[in-house]
Nanobody, 113 residues
Framework: QVQLVESGGGLVQPGESLRLSCRAS????????MGWYRQAPGKQRELVAI???????NYPRSVKGRFTISRDNAKNTMYLQMNSLSPEDTAVYFC???????WGQGTQVTVSS
């Protein structure tokens, strides 16, 4: 049974940082491409960051330079370091593993003063 469990979300003020984690089980983690997506109320789910099995990363323009995705294959865990957060980053953040279209349950990130 594949499980992706996100953690680390919360309420922060603009300009602050958060680090999200996604722990995977039931898959051979090191062979999977992993990604972070987010969905704000009334909006479609969008890509935040992806990391390949070899460690290559990609980011959309909206988060490039502020967010950093990483992975620790020994711990079956992926991370998302988010800096300089703004209210526009408020969303539920989801962990994804490919192939297989596996998703976590999401963790809420709220940026508000």
């Amino acid at each position: 049974q594949v499980q992706l469990v996100e953690s680390g979300g919360g309420l922060v003020q603009p300009g602050e940082s958060l680090r999200l984690s996604c722990r995977a089980s039931g898959i051979l983690f090191r062979l999977y491409a992993m990604g972070w997506y987010r969905q704000a109320p009334g909006k479609q789910r969008e890509l935040v960051a992806i990391i390949s099995d070899s460690g290559s990363t990609n980011y959309p323009r909206s988060v490039k330079g502020r967010f950093t995705i990483s992975r620790d294959n020994a711990k079956n865990t992926m991370y998302l370091q988010m800096n300089s957060l703004s209210p526009e980053d408020t969303a539920v953040y989801f962990c994804n593993a490919e192939p297989g279209h596996y998703w976590g349950q999401g963790t809420q990130v709220t940026v508000s003063s």
